[in-house]
């Protein structure tokens, strides 16, 4: 009974989701599939809904994230949660807009932050180990005091990420140090943010679901690569949009940069229209159509790194330049 009432919640939220046309450019697209969000932004419904299986992870998604969010408001450092902010429309680029999670900062009294949390589980007869959110929050307070112990913080832009622990702990996602690198695509939203305010630092806070670990990259507004990265995209989507240009599709193996391989393109694998642009009905399809090639793609790299290139791997290194890829694996 209730796993069946629990499940229903999530699929009656997605069909409540109106498909509505808009002008406009979200922060949380910035980065993504040029052509998915045009078909978005032109309010065309998605051939390939979210699986309910995939609607219950966002939901776990939501509740690490409304925990996390919890915590801090019981610190005492919470200023703003789930504001509105615009950056407003240009000559060459649409406005854009979206709802920022949280920002931090300001002067906080740390004294008064542990009484009323003291005082609100006496009123329930428990201790801070019988409440989670109340625990983190206490020992947030005591880092915090020792860092700031005249109350004054930074105000800081925090954007909250949970994602599973394959992604977290993934090699092809850690640095060479071995933490985590994070998402570009999570760093573009949160720098909109930034620019919407003027805050110049912002946290990207990612959750791992499965263990809890969290990891802080810190994103700031005079960074001259993501400034560029951001201006190009929101540009690129404004001039198609304004055109009325359908936006090319994405190639569907592209070389990784973080794995050093050939892989499938996550900007269509992860597509709503899958269906729509690119024909396969899910995304299992879409692998079985390019296994051979990234096969014999990473094989060939392989060959062309030990130097024992094949016959057969010569057209793929004239093709996709596997010989100068190579260089960048050694």
Request: charged letters at 30%.
């Amino acid at each position: 009974m209730i796993a069946e009432h629990w499940n229903r919640v999530s699929i009656t939220e997605r069909a409540e989701k109106e498909v509505k046309k808009r002008d406009y450019i979200t922060f949380s697209d910035v980065g993504k599939a040029f052509c998915d969000r045009y078909l978005k932004m032109d309010a065309e419904k998605p051939s390939n809904e979210f699986s309910e299986r995939t609607l219950r992870i966002f939901d776990a998604g939501k509740t690490v994230e409304e925990t996390v969010t919890k915590a801090l408001i019981k610190a005492g450092i919470l200023n703003q949660k789930q504001k509105f902010v615009e950056i407003p429309e240009t000559p060459d680029c649409l406005k854009q807009l979206g709802y920022l999670d949280v920002t931090v900062g300001g002067h906080a009294d740390w004294d008064k932050a542990v009484e009323t949390i003291n005082r609100h589980l006496n009123d329930y007869g428990m201790k801070p180990t019988d409440s989670t959110e109340d625990n983190k929050a206490l020992a947030i307070i005591e880092g915090l005091r020792q860092a700031y112990p005249n109350g004054i913080v930074d105000e800081v832009l925090v954007e909250i990420k949970s994602i599973n622990s394959m992604a977290f702990w993934g090699a092809k996602n850690r640095a060479s140090g071995g933490e985590f690198m994070g998402y570009i695509w999570n760093k573009l939203q949160l720098f909109g943010y930034m620019r919407a305010t003027g805050l110049t630092k912002g946290m990207l806070l990612y959750v791992s679901r499965d263990d809890g670990v969290m990891q802080e990259i810190p994103v700031f507004l005079n960074d001259p690569e993501l400034a560029k990265i951001y201006d190009e995209d929101t540009k690129k989507m404004t001039q198609y949009y304004r055109t009325r240009t359908m936006p090319p599709l994405e190639a569907e193996v592209i070389w990784d940069d973080r794995a050093l391989r050939f892989n499938l393109n996550w900007k269509v694998e992860r597509s709503n229209y899958l269906t729509r642009l690119y024909g396969y009905p899910t995304a299992d399809e879409l692998e079985a159509k390019n296994h051979q090639l990234l096969l014999d793609l990473n094989r060939a790299l392989k060959h062309v790194k030990e130097g024992k290139v094949k016959e057969e791997d010569v057209p793929h290194i004239n093709r996709w330049r596997i010989d100068l890829l190579a260089q960048q694996t050694k």
